[in-house]
């Protein structure tokens, strides 16, 4: 796969606490540039980001981030929150207490309330794969495919790691048709943005990719 051919499958992504507009300006600047699916930023910039990029860049945002176990009602105003000011996609972190809990019918119930909100937008499901056992990984593979959501995601990048190539693989094994796969945290060379599409990634969230087709 050609590096162009790479980039349209990544959301360009800036989430640091410490992320300024001016810096949130410039990854938007790049996005547009390198035809990346969208760019990934944090609430509290979208409104901002969308009247910047208007209809040349989709903006993704992130709800429940990074910890997930806010209450859904939280979860759901946030959503709302971001798609009234222009979010086109939304990448939202599971309640992974109540997960390994075994309470799977309140991820589920939270998922499916976020997709009613998100109708026609996207709702990418992050599960932080660090955290999970392989059968709880699997389990969520069943509930994402259940929820009507349309991704389901490795990593916040806020944890004690990202993806891997494993998780990928099993994401591709046992999601149903409709879901698609987002890879994200630690995606540090092109090859291994390649190798995480080959094994069925559909996006790519890194900040890292972009720096790189600049270096070469």
């Not at 410039?26 to 990934?40: G, K, L, N, P, R």
């Not at 709302?80 to 309640?95: F, H, P, R, S, T």
């Not at 026609?120 to 056992?133: R, S, Y």
């Not at 994402?144 to 916040?156: E, F, H, L």
Request: glycine share 8%.
């Amino acid at each position: 796969m050609d590096i162009m051919g790479i980039l349209q499958h990544v959301d360009h992504t800036l989430l640091k606490q410490e992320a300024t507009w001016d810096e949130i300006k410039v990854i938007c600047d790049d996005a547009i540039s390198y035809s990346t699916a969208s760019v990934c930023i944090p609430p509290c910039y979208v409104e901002r980001a969308k009247e910047y990029v208007g209809s040349r860049m989709k903006i993704c945002t992130v709800i429940g981030f990074p910890n997930g176990n806010m209450t859904t009602e939280a979860k759901i105003f946030e959503t709302k929150d971001a798609l009234a000011k222009g979010a086109d996609e939304i990448d939202m972190v599971i309640n992974i207490g109540a997960l390994r809990a075994g309470d799977y019918a309140y991820v589920l119930h939270e998922i499916r309330e976020l997709k009613k909100v998100c109708g026609d937008h996207i709702l990418k499901v992050i599960i932080e794969t660090c955290l999970l056992t392989k059968e709880e990984k699997i389990k969520m593979c069943e509930i994402v495919t259940n929820s009507g959501a349309d991704y389901i995601k490795t990593s916040t990048g806020f944890s004690k790691a990202g993806a891997t190539f494993d998780d990928i693989a099993l994401f591709a094994k046992y999601v149903g048709p409709d879901v698609r796969i987002k890879a994200a945290g630690g995606i540090s060379s092109l090859e291994d943005a390649e190798r995480f599409l080959e094994l069925g990634a559909d996006r790519l969230g890194t900040s890292r990719i972009i720096k790189l087709v600049k270096e070469m």
